[in-house]
């Protein structure tokens, strides 16, 4: 049985299966997120990409680039036109406002009081109504034409310029974001060669042929979005699955795979995407029509197979071609392995059959890892145990549970021993935040012999990166001299290991020990016969009739000390000198201690205290906190009492003279009173001035 070819044809079968089964998607769907890059402004100096000049910078190394930048500030409408204009209309830069054709204004006007006197009359002012129509104000006219030449149409260009820039910006913002929150869910990528076409099933096709994978770097500080290569970019791919299976060009023995790694990520090279997508639509139909320099797509699609340059930036949910992909790289590498597969790989194709003779990849069952070589460094159970001793026996095991039984637990107590026992470990999950859980799990020790990859990103790619350059330092250091240090510490920990297991051993030695003299039968004098626990039952029972013999025979109390006790009797007798026990002999006078609450509280007082000392330390300048420090107490409370009294003084001022106060005080604390003096004295004479107007008006009543 030839398991290597029943392999890579069970392989094929697979994978076709898979691309028959997987729904053709012919277009983008409403919820995907494209970004053509023939609606990008080309003259913009806020967005840059090598698509968008010609001719194009090869040296480049991202796709677009686009910067965020404030929104231009319209000038204030003069205040003459302001009635005759709507705000919105002035915010608008997509639509002209007008002058409207009349307007209601208040005005107030002077008529007779009904009320007053015949003998005393006199006037009220009214506010009333007055209708304002344009064609009675032609100065309106002329400053609404000023104002729209000079200002607001220059303004309107402005924005309409950069509304362009901000719809590019916010639809990258919006890719990102999106790809932020949920990577696993959502791709991106970059399109080019749009194939239009309605097919032989009448579905209408529009879908990029080549595909790369992309990602958005997004500086905060300077608010600036690029657009680059995916860090696990290779190459562009060629893109087929929305073309029925009897549609697709059949590309065995083409140099289309060349041509890709030749491309590279050039893709705003036309000539080389031309011949990419020549060679394609060539051997797709023999009307085909490619133009590669269309850069944006044409409004319907016909019977003829139209492949248009068209760049785009696409943002979609992912599809479910994992599966194929894994098939196809195991096909594309099955003449590699020449049968050097898996152990549970080659027993499935195998069906239940015996595996060939010659087949090295099993296990002796029998050979089985003692309890005292594992190495877990986490908590550990039975079940873990178990786990090591089955994998002696069987090239895979399931481990299953529901959330939260501890499988990421028991994972990482398997990498650490699996590491420690010199085998290699890949682990895998559906999505990066189980395996960012599994890592933080990893002893930190541990965690620096691993590569961790969370995902395809750039920043992903710098941690793989770091994690290289740990190991490789720590092998460094181990080359130049840590192998010995270690070396010993191993023996050292060997050591101490081996004592522990055998007081392990001891103790159940004992224990058994104990449970065996329970159950062992002794014959002693006087005919007593059985267990310990019989024995004591029948001494028991004849309590009575032996019950007046002594306790003890002993003439005196036994010693009331042990050996232990003794010693320390020793060394304090050696401690008590002459000088100590006349201080032991000393009298305490009485005084009540504080409670624990209350010393606590105290303590917490104190800290506080010195927390605040130290934050002013800190804050206060050296001359001004010396001289703090060297004045006498008495002098700083009265400092404190006399800032007290002027804090308050400045409360009352600032209540009755408002932001003035400020600067009085300041000017007296100076020694610059002879100003406010002077307006004192003025304010004063005013005030009795006032005063002896008002009685004179006072008088007239």
Known sequence: MDLTAKGKALLSFLKETATIRRPRMPGYRSEDRVLWFSGIPRDSQEIRSPFLVSPPDDSSDFWLEVKKTPAPARKPIPQALADWVRPEDLDSPHKEPELKKEITVLIEREIPDPEAPPEAPRTIKETVE????????????????????????????????WYKIYQVYEDVDFMRRRLEESEERFELFLGVGLLQWRDSTDKTIKRHLLTGSAEIVFDAGRGLLTVVPAASFETFKLDLDMLDLADRPRLEGSTIQEKLEDLDTQAWDKRKVGEILREIANRARGDSQVDEDAFEPARAADGTFRVFYA???????????????????LLDNSDKL?????????????????LPENDSGFIDPEKEIPVDHEYFPLPTNAEQRQIIQRLQRSPCVVVKG??????SHTIANLICHLLATGEKILVTAEAPKALTVLRDMVPRDMRDLCLI???SSREDQRQLESGVRTIIGKKNRWDQGEHGRADKKIDDLEKDLRLLKEDFSKVGRELRESREAETFSHVLPGGYEGTAAQIARRLEEERERYGWFPGTLHEKPPFPFNQSEVHILAEMYAKLTT???????CNVDDFSLPSPEEFRRLVDDLKAAEDHYSQAQDKAEPRKFSLIQTSPKEDLERAAQALRILDEHA??????????????????????????????????????????LLEQVGGLK
């Open 130 to 161: 007055e209708i304002r129509r344009l064609q009675d104000h032609p100065e309106i006219d002329d400053a609404w034409v000023e104002y729209f030449v000079n200002h607001w149409e220059p303004w309107a260009e402005m924005m309409r310029r």
């Open 311 to 329: 760049p785009a930036l696409i943002l979609r949910e992912r599809r479910p071609t994992a599966f194929e992909e894994v098939v196809t790289r």
């Open 338 to 354: 020449s049968g050097d597969t898996t152990e549970p790989w080659r027993r499935f194709l195998a069906e239940g059959q015996p």
């Open 402 to 407: 529901p959330p939260g039984t501890g499988k």
């Open 453 to 455: 990859s969370l995902g």
């Open 579 to 585: 000088d100590y026990e006349s201080e032991l002999q």
């Open 651 to 692: 409360f009352r001022t600032a209540r009755a003279l408002g932001n003035l106060a400020e600067k009085v005080l300041l000017d007296l604390i100076l020694g610059d009173n002879v100003r406010w003096s002077q307006l004192s004295k003025k304010g004063s004479t005013i005030i009795d001035q006032i005063e002896k």
